[in-house]
């Protein structure tokens, strides 16, 4: 089956921890996202990536860092600059084309210790 | 800044009615706008996307309208069911097409049996 996967489902961090939520596409798809969700609040874009070992802030990117040394995955590491990192984190993909929709993954609830 | 807006920010209404949801932006320079659906704890699914250049998109009972020169668009849902319950979400896109989005805050709907 094509999709995105993102692992894992929940993870909790500890003060001044780094921890890295994985999003894997099989989609062939070239620009993938991550945004953050709050309770009763629309996604707020935190980076995107259009090309691989490429990729740009969002609007939110303090305290977030990601890589892109392959296609399929788009890794995003909320380091312990991140104060408020308690959040819904939903990664995207999207084909090329500029009519296309994006696809999501399921998501991974981030709780702090 | 483009600025995407919903309201109202929930809605509870018996089966069977027809519902219109209503989404505002304020910069009409938009490539395309999207609704989507969030079930409870889940990524985002793709409704329907309308292309600037379109006035309504239609899916099964959904059917989407773009008014651009005004800002609004609405998703109407015709003879709502149980399993419409959701949380619809609005986005918009700038000139330079679908690789960034701009997200309302969305609204859940509850449809009663």
């Known amino acids: 089956d094509g999709g995105i996967t993102q692992s894992p489902k929940y993870l909790f961090r500890k003060e001044g921890q780094n921890v890295t939520l994985s999003c894997e596409q099989n989609l062939n798809h070239d620009a993938m996202y991550w945004y953050r969700q709050d309770p009763g609040q629309g996604l707020r874009l935190i980076y995107y990536s259009q090309i691989v070992n490429d990729f740009q802030k969002g609007d939110i990117a303090e305290g977030y860092s990601v890589s892109r040394e392959k296609k399929e995955s788009f890794p995003l590491t909320v380091t312990s600059a991140q104060k408020n990192p308690t959040a819904f984190y939903l990664c995207?993909?999207?084909?090329?084309?500029?009519?296309?929709?994006?696809?999501f993954g399921p998501g991974t609830r981030l709780l702090v210790l | 800044k483009q600025e995407v807006t919903q309201i109202p920010a929930a809605l509870s209404v018996p089966e069977g009615e027809n519902l219109v949801l209503n989404c505002s932006f304020t910069?009409?320079?938009?490539?395309?706008l999207q609704w989507f659906r969030q079930d409870p704890g889940k990524g985002l699914t793709s409704l329907l996307l309308?292309?600037?250049?379109?006035r309504e998109q239609t899916s099964g009972r959904l059917n989407a309208s773009l008014d651009k020169s005004s800002g609004r668009s609405t998703l109407y849902i015709a003879a709502s069911q149980p399993g419409d319950s959701a949380t619809y979400l609005c986005?918009?896109?700038?000139?330079?097409?679908?690789?960034?989005?701009?997200f309302g805050k969305g609204m859940k709907l509850t449809v009663n049996p």
């Open positions: 995207a993909s999207r084909p090329q084309g500029n009519q296309e929709t994006q696809y």
């Open positions: 910069d009409s320079a938009i490539y395309n």
């Open positions: 309308i292309q600037s250049s379109q």
């Open positions: 986005a918009v896109s700038g000139q330079g097409g679908s690789e960034k989005l701009v």
